[in-house]
């Protein structure tokens, strides 16, 4: 697929401009539209990854699209912030990722995986905005971010071994430092320990973007 890098920004306008419509919606209205959207973001993801596909979700965004589903359906309200942060962290990410560098990371992709990628991590950023104007987030609450990142990366290694999609997976990439591998080769452990106290600093730093985000959109609370 060629141009994603200008798809992706006009998606990104897109996404700007309709976040905004639908956030000024009645309550009612904007969960049930978001609930929609959500659902074919968990329908398509369960034939790809589990009815079809033999490809283990693992990235974060991935484990998003069946986690926050469940969170919303079941209205486990105490766990939005965990699903506000992930979606917000996918979808930044990717979509940062897609700008910059969508043609060399994604152009030997087929058109309908690249489409729906931008419409399923699309999806997640909408989500979390939605979430964002009808509940404010406490910093206190950054336990639970803790808690999931840790519950998430314990899963991503366990189940390492039975991992064997071909293709480049970011999350073992992070965790496993590649970058120290590639740069780095003949400094290995000074530069595991600087990489991986700086992973740490960067996680723990980016579990007040809910709280943040919140007090943008909830200024007087």
């Not at 034939?47 to 079941?74: R, W």
């Not at 990489?195 to 973007?209: G, K, Q």
């Amino acid at each position: 697929m060629e141009h994603i890098n200008l798809i992706s920004f006009l998606c990104v306008l897109v996404l700007i401009v309709y976040t905004r419509f639908l956030i000024r919606q009645p309550e009612h209205i904007k969960m049930r539209v978001i609930k929609i959207q959500i659902f074919f973001v968990l329908a398509y993801n369960v034939v790809i990854h589990i009815l079809v596909s033999t490809k283990t979700p693992v990235e974060l965004s991935t484990i998003s699209y069946f986690v926050v589903p469940v969170i919303l359906y079941l209205g486990l309200e105490k766990l939005n912030v965990w699903a506000v942060y992930a979606s917000l962290m996918s979808g930044f990410f990717y979509y940062f990722s897609m700008v910059i560098a969508g043609n060399s990371m994604y152009g030997h992709f087929p058109a309908y995986s690249v489409l729906t990628s931008l419409y399923n991590h699309g999806t997640l950023m909408i989500y979390a905005f939605v979430i964002l104007s009808t509940q404010s987030f406490v910093k206190k609450e950054r336990t639970q971010i803790w808690i999931g990142l840790a519950l998430t990366i314990v899963f991503v290694l366990l189940i390492r071994p039975v991992v064997n999609h071909p293709g480049r997976i970011f999350i073992y990439e992070i965790l496993e430092a590649n970058v120290v591998n590639m740069y780095l080769p003949n400094y290995l452990a000074i530069g595991f320990v600087v990489y991986y106290i700086l992973f740490v600093l960067f996680l723990y730093a980016s579990s007040n973007i809910v709280h943040l985000a919140s007090k943008w959109v909830h200024p007087n609370k």
